[in-house]
Structure formats: C-alpha cells, structure tokens
C-alpha cells in the first residue's frame, strides 16, 4: 500500500482542485440519510485531514486513520490550528484496532483503492463490521474500471512554484492493477529543488466484487451510488459511493431486547 512519504508535504497543493467542501456536504447527507446524525465516526485513509477536519467541524467525534506518518504530521498541523478535538491514529487500515465502537466508518478519494488483494478487502470490512456499533453504517468509495481504463497508459505532469511531479501510469486490464510512478521535485529551504520517487499501486474492483466482500464480511448493503448523486451506478460512472450496514451486532442487539 502506497506510503505517501515525499509526497505528503506537497499533497494538499496538487489537490488544490478537489471541492473538498462539496464532497463532505455529500456525504453529510448520505451519513444523515442513513442515521448518523452525531457520534463517533472513523476515516480510514485520512490522509492530511481535509474530511475529517471538515466532519468535526460538522459535529463528529473524529477519528483518523492512515499508515502515513508524514501525512498524518500535515493533518496534526490542521487539527492545532482548528483546535479539533480529532484523534489520529498510524495504523495500516488491514489490521486497524480502535478503544470501542463507532457510530460511523467513512472512506473517501479511492481510499479502498489501494487495497490491492482482495482477501485484504474482505479483511478491511471485517475489521469495519466488528466496530460498527449495533446498527453502524459505513460508507466509503472506489474509482471504478472505467476510471482506470480510460486513465490506461499515460504520463502526466504539472509544474507549481513549490513543486513539480511526472506522474507515470499503467493499467493492467487483467489484474485490475493501477501502477503509477510518482517523481516528485520539492523546494527545499535553500531554494533548491530536491527529487524524490515513489510508486502507488490500486486495483479496480467490479461492483459484484464489492458487494460480495460485504456479504463476506457481515455487512448488509444498502446502497451502491453514482458518486455525487443518489442516482444508480451508469455504464460511464467514474466513481461509486457505497453504503453498507452492521448486521450482526444488530440482530442480536434486537433479539436481546425481545427477550
């Protein structure tokens, strides 16, 4: 799994062009369409903080995620300057361990991507079943095959001030395998430009793969989105949202009350 070294001090400026606010006010709704209107909610893959700050600052109890040191250092800086009250935590999101349960378990920007086996997948899911509370729901996204497919082949580049990177890709259509090189030039305190490499490998999951990793893991879907919309997914869909349910906890939860 990517680790974000080099790349996590010049993150934010590359991705100056995500409407981070947008996103959380999309998933806001999904989060109070589906009964989490308050609580403790988990973001695996937190990266440097953007949607978690965004979500405290909506009301949640925030817990962060991520197996990057170096990011996690940019998403402490944000929770000083905000004065959030988020915990953050270095853990690989295939064997993550929380105190208790959550309300809530989020995942956004093809976090689940990068989850490359897809046992490791079923793993994630488990381990977001076992602390959901009764009830939980989780909602998390994926870059689809199209994305990676019309991506294909490429290199991509863009200059900055601060930074410059060349982005090499490959896809391989019969793994679902997404490699990409990263060659990062970052400006040093000297004013020289220091070069840095790194190389990020996702996978492109069917839907059925998805939902059957669900199942697997004891969560019940509940929906599966065209991103941004609550339309269902289109043969030109770039990017899926998925909603899924602990179950488990629940029925016995309900059988006790019963009782």
Known sequence: MASYESFASVYDIFMDNIPYDEWCEYLHALLLKY???????????????????????????MIGVDSSMEMLEVAQEKRQASGHDILYLLQDMREFELYGTVRAVVSVCDTMNYVTDAEDLVRVFSLVSNYLDPG???????????????????????????????????YDAKTHINEYDLTLFIRQENGLYGKYEETHYQRAYE???????????????????DAFTEDAPRPDSGRLYFVAREQQKMGSFSAGQEK
């Open 136 to 170: 939980g729901v989780f909602i998390f996204d994926l870059n689809t095959v199209r994305t990676y497919r019309e991506l294909g082949d490429a290199v991509i580049a863009e200059n900055r001030d601060e930074c410059s990177f060349i982005w090499e890709n490959w």
């Open 207 to 225: 839907p059925a793969e998805v939902c059957g990793a669900l199942e697997r893991a004891g969560l019940k879907l509940e929906a599966v989105f």
């Open 35 to 61: 009964g989490a209107a308050d609580g403790l909610v988990l973001e695996l893959g937190c990266g440097t903080g953007e949607m978690t700050e965004r979500l405290a600052g909506l009301g949640y109890d």
